[in-house]
Each structure stands twice: as structure tokens, then as C-alpha cells.
């Protein structure tokens, strides 16, 4: 096998495969065969002390506040860590078809999703939000297949993997401008609207934290077109007991239990994103769904199903945590999630709004975004980020959604104390000050932490992808 680097693809260095492998009576070349291993002798003692020194530099929930937004960095309570390791469930094999209580389990948290959502079904299968989107527009192109509705529709202020999924999945994408109040322009929706429109695909409340109030007549508008309105749930947290989206008019919608439902998600965890829909898509959903019937839990087949999306039937550990959170909370508890998110969210915004330009200055749901236009000295949302670091917090999400100017996504969360939330506020009025006297100490910035600042740059244009011991 060779590793080919010199594919230049748009000015990026491309890696080739060459998949031949030199076999001799189906042995592999002697040449080709390693002598000798070559890893370092070490002891115990040192290989543990090298890996806990790695550990202690990883920055997580559980040693300080995460404030990324758009990715709902709550504590993951432990009970659901608890609860997922029970034996009887993570010892399961997946290919014990009959085990009654993990049917049982996927089953209710299948209904409580519903129940949640104000939809009628569920699938469990897709292994993350993305993973949603792909599935749910799968579902949409089979329900519409022959009728040539070619187009998904979703505004400019729609997470990235919102287009790249319609995009996966054979549609074309249409992009619509926001409004001046960062809300889907109903004018833009409407002319961008035509026989060749499969769905509509709305995050809410949206990227800038905000909720598409006109989401009834959105609605109504999508379905007058033939078409049908796809929710990207990631943001579910801003709605828990309060709105269900079916109750708005949605057709389909995905779920990131590892957010909303408290999985650590951090460095690509596994996660699930499961999908709901209206009735009438029932049978479309993946294979196998999960039935009760006659108080047997059993596996059934949908009549038009897309076909199986994942391995087995997801994530299933993190269905665990999801329903361990869930009914440890109960109804009333997600209402209060919800309640504290939106809370939280005001509060930072409204401390923060002296020192930082708001991208819309209005009531926000879960998170905020603020930009760097009012930045002196030059100094910039990356500079801002860098400098949260040497003060040990991990930054907010920056230069996203791509139509603020520096975006600067801040999402607290219910589980953060306002001690906690002072704290923060106070180093970021700290860092706004530290702009105008001494600007280069930001802009220099991170200055305390074990590796420097990077060459983003350097590094997006001369990737080194190969290790060389
Ligand atoms: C996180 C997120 C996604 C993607 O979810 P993954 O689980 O990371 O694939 C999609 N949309 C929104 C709004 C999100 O916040």
C-alpha cells in the first residue's frame, strides 16, 4: 500500500490511496513485512504519569465552565453514567433481539420524545445530529420520490451542517438572507418557494439564539407550497415543556440527546440524533422500529422505510443516559432546564451588553451572540478567545453563525451557578479593558498555556498529515 500526498485538490494537498498490496501466494512481500516494533521500553509508573499529565491538560464540564455555543455543554448528571453501565445493559449483545428490557427502554424514550416533541414516531438509530439531518431527508426524498421536489430551502443563519446534509442527500440547496431581527424574511421565503421545494429546513430557535416568532405562518406558507418543514432540534433546550414543535407545524425533526439529554459530547463523543415525524411518515422511518403489542416489546418492519442508517439500533448507551435524565427530572423538571437555559442566557446578555456589541439586542432564548465591531485597538473575536484560555475557561464558539460580524456564541446552560456566570462576565469586562490598555497582552494571547498560539493559517494550508517518528 502507498500513500500518495501530492494530489493537489483547490490549492489543498489531497491523500491518495493506492490499495495494492503486494502479496506473494497470498502472503504479504517479506519487505513489506515489519521486523520489529519499535516502541519504547517504559515502566508502569511512567506511562501512568504520562497519561494523567495528558488528562489534566484536557479542559472538560467537569473542571470548568464550557460556554460553547450552540452545543448545550451542561453538567451530564453521573446517575446517567451509572445507569449505563448497569451490566444488564452494557454487557447486552446486540444480537439478544429479545431482551425485553432494552426494548422496553428504547420503546418509552421513544414516546417521551414524542411526548416532548409533539410528534407521533420516533427512530433511535442515528448516531448524532448530522446523522438526523441525513436520515430525516432521506425520509423527505422517498416520501416526495418521483415528484421531482429537488430543493431544500434553509436560511443563512442555519448551522453548516444544515446545507451540507440536503447536499449529501442529492437536494439542492437555496439559501435564504435573514432579516434585520436575524428571523426568517417570510418575503425571501416566499419567492424562494416553488413545485421543486421538498422542505423547508429551520433551526429554532435559530443559530443567533432567537425564535422564529412567525413560525405558524412559516408553516403555513411551507405546507400551502406542497412542501414540508424540517426542525433542526439541536437546540431543543430552549423549548423543553413549553413548545412542541409539532404543535408548530413541523413535519420532521432530529434530536441531539447527547446535548439536550446530557451525554458528555466533547471531541466527538458518541452521541444520538434521533428523528421524529408527523403520522403520515411513520412508515418511512428506519429499520427495524420498536413495537409493544399485546405487552411483548418486539422489532417491526416499516412498509416504506428508508432502510437501516446505523449499525444494530444506535447508540444505545447513550439512549440510556438520555432516558436515565429524562425520568430522573420528569415533566416538570424539563420545563424548569428550559426556564433556567433562557434565564441564564438573558442574564449573561444583559451583563455583557456594556462592553460588547450585541448582534440583535433582544430577548434571547438559550444563547447569545455578540460581535467584535466595537473591539478598539484592533483586537479580535480570535483574540478575545485565545485570551478566555489564560484565564482557564474554554471560549465560547466564535466566527459562527457566519452572518455576525466576529460572532462571538455564548450558551450557559441551566446547570451553571450565577456565581459561575459572574465570574466569566467579570473577565470578559477584564479582557474588554485589557483591549484598551494594553491591547497586545490580548492580542499576544494565549500566554499561559502549555502550547502557544497556533498558525491557523499555516496549518489549514500545509496540513502535515502524516506522522514521522
Ligand atoms: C450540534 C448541532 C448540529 C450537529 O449535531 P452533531 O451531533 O454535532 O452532528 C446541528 N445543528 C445544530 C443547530 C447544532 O447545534
Redesign the pocket.
Known amino acids: 500500500m502507498k500513500l500518495i500526498f501530492e494530489k493537489s485538490v483547490a490549492g489543498r494537498k489531497a491523500i491518495e490511496f493506492d490499495t495494492e498490496v503486494p502479496l506473494v501466494n497470498g502472503i504479504l512481500d517479506e519487505g513489506m513485512r515489519r521486523t520489529k516494533l519499535g516502541l519504547p521500553e517504559v515502566s508502569e509508573i511512567d506511562v501512568i504519569r504520562h497519561y494523567t499529565a495528558l488528562s489534566r491538560r484536557n479542559f472538560c464540564v467537569d473542571n470548568g465552565f464550557y460556554p460553547l455555543g450552540?452545543?448545550?455543554m451542561k453538567y451530564n448528571p453521573k446517575i446517567n453514567e451509572d445507569m449505563s453501565r448497569l451490566s444488564g445493559f452494557n454487557m447486552l449483545h446486540p444480537l439478544n433481539l429479545d431482551n425485553q428490557g432494552a426494548l422496553q427502554l428504547m420503546h418509552e424514550l421513544s414516546s417521551d420524545l414524542c411526548e416532548i416533541t409533539g410528534l407521533s414516531a420516533f427512530t433511535l438509530q442515528p448516531a448524532?445530529?448530522?446523522?438526523?439531518?441525513l436520515t430525516g431527508l432521506m425520509i423527505i426524498r422517498k416520501y416526495f420520490s418521483g415528484k421531482n421536489r429537488t430543493k431544500i430551502v434553509t436560511p443563512d443563519s442555519?448551522?453548516g451542517?444544515?446545507p451540507a446534509s440536503a447536499t449529501m442527500c442529492g437536494f439542492t440547496t437555496v439559501t435564504i438572507k435573514s432579516n434585520s431581527h436575524g428571523l426568517v424574511d417570510l418575503e425571501e421565503l416566499k419567492a424562494n418557494l416553488d413545485p421543486s421545494v421538498a422542505a423547508v429546513m429551520l433551526?429554532i430557535p435559530n443559530?443567533l439564539g432567537l425564535f422564529e416568532k412567525d413560525i405558524l405562518e412559516i408553516s403555513k406558507i411551507v405546507h400551502d407550497n406542497g412542501s414540508l418543514l424540517y426542525m433542526?432540534g439541536?437546540?431543543m433546550n430552549a423549548l423543553l415543556g413549553i413548545a412542541r414543535p409539532g404543535d408548530m407545524g413541523v413535519d420532521v425533526m432530529h434530536i441531539?440527546l447527547?446535548?439536550t439529554f446530557a451525554t458528555p459530547?466533547g471531541c466527538g463523543g458518541p452521541?444520538a440524533?434521533p428523528v421524529g415525524v408527523k403520522e403520515f411518515l411513520k412508515d418511512y422511518l428506519p429499520n427495524p422500529g420498536i413495537d409493544l403489542d399485546g405487552g411483548v416489546y418486539g422489532f417491526i418492519d416499516h412498509p416504506k422505510s428508508i432502510g437501516k442508517v446505523r449499525a444494530f439500533y444506535g447508540n444505545f448507551g447513550v439512549m440510556v443516559k438520555a432516558y436515565t435524565y429524562i425520568k430522573s427530572i420528569g415533566g416538570s423538571g424539563l420545563r424548569e432546564v428550559t426556564e433556567n437555559a433562557v434565564l441564564n442566557a438573558n442574564y449573561m446578555k444583559e451583563m455583557l451588553k456594556k462592553d460588547f456589541d450585541l448582534a440583535h439586542d433582544t430577548v434571547c432564548k438559550h444563547e447569545f451572540v455578540l460581535s467584535d465591531t466595537g473591539m478598539p485597538n484592533g483586537v479580535t473575536t480570535n483574540d478575545i478567545a485565545k485570551r478566555l484560555l489564560d484565564y482557564g475557561y474554554h471560549p465560547p464558539t466564535i466566527y459562527f453563525p457566519l452572518i455576525v460580524h466576529g460572532a462571538i456564541m455564548i450558551e450557559p446552560n441551566e446547570t451553571e451557578s450565577k456565581d459561575t456566570m459572574d465570574e466569566f462576565i467579570s473577565v470578559m469586562k477584564k479582557i474588554k479593558q485589557e483591549a484598551v490598555s494594553d491591547p497586545d497582552l490580548v492580542k499576544s494571547a494565549p500566554n499561559t498555556t502549555v502550547v502557544k498560539k497556533l498558525d491557523a493559517v499555516k496549518a489549514a494550508r500545509e496540513p502535515v498529515l502524516k506522522f514521522v517518528l
Open positions: 450552540s452545543c448545550t448524532a445530529g448530522a446523522h438526523g439531518e442555519s448551522h451542517t444544515n433551526t443559530t433542526d439541536a437546540n441531539n447527547h446535548k459530547h452521541g440524533g
